[in-house]
Protein backbone atom coordinates (compact mmCIF):
# COMPACT_ATOMS: atom_id res chain seq x y z
CA UNK A 1 0.00 0.00 0.00
CA UNK A 2 1.30 3.62 -0.83
CA UNK A 3 2.71 5.93 2.03
CA UNK A 4 0.56 8.85 3.38
CA UNK A 5 2.22 12.13 4.45
CA UNK A 6 0.09 14.43 7.04
CA UNK A 7 0.49 17.34 9.22
CA UNK A 8 1.17 16.18 12.46
CA UNK A 9 -1.89 18.68 13.71
CA UNK A 10 -4.50 21.67 12.80
CA UNK A 11 -6.14 24.17 14.68
CA UNK A 12 -9.55 25.14 13.42
CA UNK A 13 -11.91 27.29 15.09
CA UNK A 14 -15.83 26.20 15.96
CA UNK A 15 -17.92 26.78 13.13
CA UNK A 16 -15.97 26.88 9.90
CA UNK A 17 -14.56 24.42 7.97
CA UNK A 18 -11.55 22.22 8.65
CA UNK A 19 -9.40 21.25 5.69
CA UNK A 20 -7.37 18.47 6.38
CA UNK A 21 -4.46 17.45 3.72
CA UNK A 22 -3.07 14.64 2.51
CA UNK A 23 0.00 13.62 0.26
CA UNK A 24 -0.14 9.70 -1.02
CA UNK A 25 2.06 10.44 -4.30
CA UNK A 26 2.75 7.25 -4.57
CA UNK A 27 -0.89 5.63 -4.62
CA UNK A 28 -1.49 3.16 -7.63
CA UNK A 29 -4.58 3.17 -9.75
CA UNK A 30 -6.31 0.60 -8.04
CA UNK A 31 -5.95 2.22 -4.86
CA UNK A 32 -8.61 3.94 -2.92
CA UNK A 33 -7.96 7.01 -0.33
CA UNK A 34 -9.66 6.38 3.25
CA UNK A 35 -10.13 8.77 5.98
CA UNK A 36 -10.40 7.62 9.92
CA UNK A 37 -10.73 9.46 13.04
CA UNK A 38 -9.81 8.26 16.50
CA UNK A 39 -11.14 10.48 19.40
CA UNK A 40 -9.64 10.54 22.23
CA UNK A 41 -10.15 6.87 24.28
CA UNK A 42 -12.38 5.24 21.49
CA UNK A 43 -11.78 3.19 18.72
CA UNK A 44 -11.09 4.34 15.20
CA UNK A 45 -14.07 5.66 13.33
CA UNK A 46 -14.28 5.11 9.48
CA UNK A 47 -15.31 8.86 7.43
CA UNK A 48 -14.96 8.84 3.91
CA UNK A 49 -13.48 7.02 1.09
CA UNK A 50 -12.68 7.78 -2.53
CA UNK A 51 -11.25 6.54 -5.79
CA UNK A 52 -10.86 9.67 -8.23
CA UNK A 53 -14.11 11.67 -7.73
CA UNK A 54 -14.91 14.16 -5.43
CA UNK A 55 -17.37 12.38 -2.31
CA UNK A 56 -19.67 13.56 -0.17
CA UNK A 57 -21.16 12.28 2.90
CA UNK A 58 -23.03 13.28 6.11
CA UNK A 59 -20.11 13.29 7.68
CA UNK A 60 -17.47 15.05 5.32
CA UNK A 61 -16.24 15.97 1.83
CA UNK A 62 -12.81 14.19 0.47
CA UNK A 63 -11.80 16.44 -2.90
CA UNK A 64 -8.93 14.13 -4.52
CA UNK A 65 -6.73 16.05 -7.28
CA UNK A 66 -6.70 15.26 -10.51
CA UNK A 67 -3.10 13.33 -10.79
CA UNK A 68 -4.97 11.71 -7.25
CA UNK A 69 -1.43 12.27 -5.32
CA UNK A 70 -2.92 14.56 -2.42
CA UNK A 71 -6.69 14.59 -0.92
CA UNK A 72 -8.26 17.03 1.15
CA UNK A 73 -10.84 16.13 3.85
CA UNK A 74 -13.53 19.04 4.92
CA UNK A 75 -15.23 18.87 8.02
CA UNK A 76 -17.67 22.10 6.75
CA UNK A 77 -18.62 22.92 10.23
CA UNK A 78 -16.45 21.78 13.06
CA UNK A 79 -17.36 21.44 16.40
CA UNK A 80 -15.46 20.43 19.67
CA UNK A 81 -16.47 17.39 19.27
CA UNK A 82 -14.88 16.99 15.91
CA UNK A 83 -11.80 17.25 18.01
CA UNK A 84 -9.84 13.76 17.21
CA UNK A 85 -6.28 12.74 15.27
CA UNK A 86 -7.50 12.14 11.57
CA UNK A 87 -6.09 9.28 9.55
CA UNK A 88 -5.06 9.14 5.56
CA UNK A 89 -5.22 5.67 4.41
CA UNK A 90 -4.66 4.40 1.40
CA UNK A 91 -5.27 0.75 0.23
CA UNK A 92 -7.40 -1.28 -2.27
CA UNK A 93 -11.45 -1.59 -1.14
CA UNK A 94 -12.82 -3.84 0.70
CA UNK A 95 -11.37 -6.45 3.11
CA UNK A 96 -7.53 -5.41 2.98
CA UNK A 97 -5.83 -4.75 6.77
CA UNK A 98 -5.59 -1.01 7.19
CA UNK A 99 -1.86 0.68 7.90
CA UNK A 100 -2.30 3.24 9.95
CA UNK A 101 0.42 6.11 9.69
CA UNK A 102 1.06 9.30 12.55
CA UNK A 103 -2.26 11.18 11.34
CA UNK A 104 -3.02 14.80 12.25
CA UNK A 105 -4.31 15.69 15.54
CA UNK A 106 -7.24 17.84 14.80
CA UNK A 107 -7.89 20.84 17.94
CA UNK A 108 -11.20 22.23 17.30
CA UNK A 109 -11.02 25.28 19.65
CA UNK A 110 -14.61 27.53 20.80
CA UNK B 1 -23.05 -0.73 10.58
CA UNK B 2 -21.50 -3.50 12.53
CA UNK B 3 -21.24 -3.25 16.18
CA UNK B 4 -18.07 -4.52 17.81
CA UNK B 5 -17.41 -5.17 21.68
CA UNK B 6 -14.49 -6.16 23.56
CA UNK B 7 -14.19 -7.97 26.75
CA UNK B 8 -12.41 -7.29 29.08
CA UNK B 9 -12.34 -2.98 28.08
CA UNK B 10 -9.31 -3.11 30.65
CA UNK B 11 -7.13 -4.67 33.35
CA UNK B 12 -3.84 -4.86 35.39
CA UNK B 13 -1.93 -8.01 35.36
CA UNK B 14 1.00 -9.02 36.51
CA UNK B 15 4.36 -9.78 34.98
CA UNK B 16 4.60 -13.20 33.15
CA UNK B 17 1.15 -13.88 33.20
CA UNK B 18 -1.23 -14.62 30.16
CA UNK B 19 -4.85 -12.48 29.20
CA UNK B 20 -7.27 -13.79 26.62
CA UNK B 21 -9.30 -10.51 24.71
CA UNK B 22 -12.58 -11.21 23.39
CA UNK B 23 -14.18 -9.36 20.18
CA UNK B 24 -17.84 -10.07 19.51
CA UNK B 25 -19.26 -8.50 16.14
CA UNK B 26 -23.28 -7.88 15.77
CA UNK B 27 -22.93 -9.90 12.49
CA UNK B 28 -21.49 -12.09 10.35
CA UNK B 29 -18.21 -10.59 8.70
CA UNK B 30 -15.39 -11.53 6.31
CA UNK B 31 -12.89 -10.10 7.99
CA UNK B 32 -11.28 -9.65 11.89
CA UNK B 33 -8.04 -8.11 12.40
CA UNK B 34 -6.24 -7.48 15.97
CA UNK B 35 -4.17 -4.06 16.41
CA UNK B 36 -2.23 -2.82 18.95
CA UNK B 37 -1.86 0.97 20.13
CA UNK B 38 1.25 1.47 22.34
CA UNK B 39 0.93 4.82 24.75
CA UNK B 40 0.90 7.91 22.87
CA UNK B 41 1.38 5.97 19.66
CA UNK B 42 -0.52 5.19 16.33
CA UNK B 43 -2.30 1.77 15.36
CA UNK B 44 -0.20 -1.37 14.09
CA UNK B 45 -1.37 -4.36 12.63
CA UNK B 46 -1.02 -7.39 14.73
CA UNK B 47 -2.55 -10.30 12.52
CA UNK B 48 -5.90 -10.54 10.78
CA UNK B 49 -7.70 -13.16 12.05
CA UNK B 50 -8.82 -16.15 9.50
CA UNK B 51 -11.74 -18.17 10.31
CA UNK B 52 -11.51 -21.67 10.48
CA UNK B 53 -7.68 -21.40 9.73
CA UNK B 54 -4.09 -19.81 11.27
CA UNK B 55 -4.51 -16.43 11.81
CA UNK B 56 -1.77 -14.31 9.59
CA UNK B 57 0.73 -12.41 11.66
CA UNK B 58 2.40 -8.90 10.62
CA UNK B 59 6.27 -8.68 10.75
CA UNK B 60 7.46 -8.47 14.41
CA UNK B 61 4.37 -10.07 15.79
CA UNK B 62 4.60 -14.14 16.53
CA UNK B 63 1.97 -16.94 16.78
CA UNK B 64 3.71 -17.75 20.46
CA UNK B 65 2.95 -14.21 22.00
CA UNK B 66 -0.24 -13.50 20.36
CA UNK B 67 -2.19 -16.90 19.61
CA UNK B 68 -5.89 -15.97 18.17
CA UNK B 69 -9.07 -17.85 17.27
CA UNK B 70 -11.72 -17.51 15.38
CA UNK B 71 -14.23 -20.33 15.64
CA UNK B 72 -16.91 -18.74 13.45
CA UNK B 73 -17.98 -15.22 11.37
CA UNK B 74 -18.85 -13.27 14.50
CA UNK B 75 -15.97 -14.07 17.15
CA UNK B 76 -12.79 -13.95 17.78
CA UNK B 77 -9.95 -13.53 20.92
CA UNK B 78 -6.60 -12.64 21.10
CA UNK B 79 -4.15 -14.06 24.13
CA UNK B 80 -1.34 -11.58 24.78
CA UNK B 81 1.33 -14.08 26.19
CA UNK B 82 3.99 -14.11 29.56
CA UNK B 83 3.12 -10.62 29.33
CA UNK B 84 6.18 -7.73 30.10
CA UNK B 85 5.29 -4.22 30.89
CA UNK B 86 6.22 -3.74 26.85
CA UNK B 87 2.84 -5.17 26.29
CA UNK B 88 1.07 -2.30 27.89
CA UNK B 89 -0.90 -1.26 25.12
CA UNK B 90 -4.46 -0.71 23.85
CA UNK B 91 -5.54 -3.59 22.06
CA UNK B 92 -7.85 -3.25 19.48
CA UNK B 93 -10.37 -5.57 17.56
CA UNK B 94 -11.71 -4.54 13.80
CA UNK B 95 -14.24 -6.13 11.56
CA UNK B 96 -15.19 -5.79 7.60
CA UNK B 97 -16.95 -7.45 4.77
CA UNK B 98 -17.49 -7.05 1.34
CA UNK B 99 -20.12 -4.30 2.27
CA UNK B 100 -19.14 -2.56 5.25
CA UNK B 101 -16.24 -0.57 5.97
CA UNK B 102 -13.80 -1.73 8.65
CA UNK B 103 -15.30 -0.71 12.78
CA UNK B 104 -13.20 -0.96 15.58
CA UNK B 105 -14.07 -2.19 19.28
CA UNK B 106 -13.42 0.37 21.91
CA UNK B 107 -10.36 -1.63 22.63
CA UNK B 108 -9.35 -3.38 25.57
CA UNK B 109 -6.49 -1.19 28.13
CA UNK B 110 -3.93 -3.47 29.26
CA UNK B 111 -1.33 -2.61 31.99
CA UNK B 112 1.25 -4.76 32.71
CA UNK B 113 3.21 -4.18 36.32
Known amino acids: DAKTTQPPSMDCAEGRAANLPCNHSTISGNEYVYWYRQIHSQGPQYIIHGLKNNETNEMASLIITEDRKSSTLILPHATLRDTAVYYCIVRAEYGNKLVFGAGTILRVKS | SAVISQKPSRDICQRGTSLTIQCQVD?????MFWYRQQPGQSLTLIAT?????????ESGFVIDKFPISRPNLTFSTLTVSNMSPEDSSIYLCSASDRVYEQYFGPGTRLTVT
Open chain 2, 49 to 57: ANQGSEATY
Open chain 2, 27 to 31: SQVTM
